[in-house]
């Protein structure tokens, strides 16, 4: 089945303790985004990558990192989570890089962060 | 820059009243334009999409169509069912752009 999928989907830590959120997605895509979700702003863009260690920011990419190491994964990481990173992650994938390119989305990582 | 503006929810109808949800959106070049819909609990598929000014998307009965003169992307459904309920997203991006500007979002509950 094609997919992509998040882990963990649910997380509570503490400021400062760095995580990782997975992505990986089986549909050979080489585009992948990350997205926070949160209320009354809709889906805002973290990162993208357009293929392996190619990455770049969009709009929100403060206290984020990622990598592309390979053409399935694309891990999200917070070197030191704060209390405004408390929101609801989505990574999507897409076959090509081009704008008019449907995304499939995982099912999301809810993050809460004390 | 880019962004889009969609309606304001939260919407509340009774099962097979017609449903509209508005959407505009800036750009600078001549962008795609996209419904997302996200059931509860799961994350966003893609409900429609247009490419070029005057396309219409269609997809279970849903509509929108691309109007450059009015840089709307307005979404309609003749009649809408409890099974519609949801949030729904209007998506622009670059046409050969390498990022995506979502509105708000607007939640719809129908009643039966």
């Known amino acids: 089945e094609a997919q992509v999928t998040q882990n963990p989907r649910y997380l509570i830590t503490v400021t400062g303790k760095k995580l990782t959120v997975t992505c990986s997605q089986n549909?050979?895509?080489?585009?992948m985004s990350w997205y926070r979700q949160d209320p009354g702003l809709g889906l805002r863009q973290i990162y993208y990558?357009?293929?392996?260690?190619?990455?770049d920011k969009g709009d929100v990419p403060e206290g984020y990192k990622v990598s592309r190491k390979e053409k399935r994964n694309f891990p999200l990481i917070l070197e030191s989570p704060s209390p405004n990173q408390t929101s609801l992650y989505f990574c999507a994938s897409s076959h090509t890089r081009g704008g008019q390119e449907t995304q499939y989305f995982g099912p999301g990582t809810r993050l809460l962060v004390l | 820059g880019n962004s889009v503006t969609q309606m304001e929810g939260p919407v509340t109808l009774s099962e097979e009243a017609f449903l509209t949800i508005n959407c505009t959106y800036t750009a600078t070049g001549y962008p795609s334009l996209f419904w997302y819909v996200q059931y509860p609990g799961e994350g966003l598929q893609l409900l429609l999409k247009a490419t070029k000014a005057d396309d219409k998307g269609s997809n279970k009965g849903f509509e929108a169509t691309y109007r450059k003169e009015t840089t709307s992307f307005h979404l309609e459904k003749g009649s809408v069912q409890v099974s519609d309920s949801a949030v729904y997203f209007c998506v622009s991006s670059e046409f050969r752009g390498n990022q995506f500007y979502f509105g708000t979002g607007t939640s719809l509950t129908v009643i039966p």
């Open positions: 990558s357009m293929n392996v260690e190619v990455t």
């Open positions: 549909m050979n895509h080489e585009y």
